[in-house]
Nanobody, 123 residues
Framework: QVQLVESGGGLVQAGDSLRLSCAAS????????MGWIRQAPGKEREFVAT????????FYASSVKGRFTISRDNAENTVYLQMDNLKPEDTAVYYC????????????????WGQGTQVTVSS
């Protein structure tokens, strides 16, 4: 049974930082590309960042590029999202997701999803 468990969300002020973690189990983690996707109230899910199985390549949405950093530790079966200089528009539920093959932007192609962690940024 595949499980992805996010943690690290919370309520912060604009300009603050947060580090999200996603612990994976029930799959060969090093064989999966991982992504972070977010969903704000009343909006569709939005791609945030993705990383290859090795961690050698990453890709970001333009809205977060330069502020967010995705990374992974295959020994710990964990993927991270370091979020710096947070803005109120970053407020959303953040999900980690896994897929085999190369990382993609299209969120529907991710096979496994976590339950999400809430990030709220006040102005």
């Amino acid at each position: 049974q595949v499980q992805l468990v996010e943690s690290g969300g919370g309520l912060v002020q604009a300009g603050d930082s947060l580090r999200l973690s996603c612990a994976a189990s029930g799959l060969t983690f090093s064989k999966y590309s991982m992504g972070w996707i977010r969903q704000a109230p009343g909006k569709e899910r939005e791609f945030v960042a993705t990383i290859t199985w090795s961690g050698g390549s990453t890709f970001y949405a333009s809205s977060v590029k330069g502020r967010f950093t995705i990374s992974r530790d295959n020994a710990e079966n964990t993927v991270y999202l370091q979020m710096d200089n947070l803005k109120p528009e970053d407020t959303a539920v953040y999900y980690c997701a896994a897929k085999t093959g190369p990382p993609v932007v299209r969120t529907s192609e991710y096979r496994y999803w976590g339950q999400g962690t809430q990030v709220t940024v006040s102005s």
